[in-house]
């Protein structure tokens, strides 16, 4: 069992910087793959990022590339979320996410079967 507690969101300005945490704790193993997901209010579910436990493997949504970066700290249990450049756009809850299933699709919520409780970003314009 995986259990995943996000933090750092907030209430920021358009063009303002934020770092998502997600710490992990449980038996992550090293082909364990983690992501970012995020819902707006009114729409549905949207893939954010995701990062392998072991390093590597690393997409983005289009929405985000260059903006935001992933990343995890092994001895922390901790992976990240680097929001830079931030817009109205990206109001949303995040949502950590862990897949035990190497051949499952990355970019999918179904694929992904631990989740953390979600943490609000608001930008505002």
């Known amino acids: 069992q995986v259990q995943l507690v996000e933090s750092g969101g907030g209430l920021v300005q358009a063009g303002d910087s934020l770092r998502l945490s997600c710490v992990a704790s449980?038996?992550?193993?090293?082909?364990?793959?983690m992501g970012w997901f995020r819902q707006a209010p009114g729409k549905e579910r949207e893939f954010v990022a995701s990062?392998?436990?072991?390093?590597?493997?690393?997409y983005y949504a289009d929405s985000v590339q260059d903006r935001f970066t992933i990343s995890r700290d092994n001895a922390k249990n901790t992976v990240y979320l680097q929001m830079n450049s931030l817009k109205p756009e990206d109001t949303a809850v995040y949502y950590c996410?862990?897949?035990?299933?190497?051949?499952?699709?990355?970019?999918?919520?179904?694929?992904?079967?631990?989740w953390g409780q979600g943490t609000q970003v608001t930008v505002s314009s």
């Open positions: 996410a862990a897949k035990d299933l190497v051949r499952s699709s990355y970019n999918i919520g179904s694929s992904y079967p631990y």
């Open positions: 449980g038996r992550i193993a090293s082909w364990y793959t």
């Open positions: 990062v392998r436990w072991s390093g590597g493997g690393t």
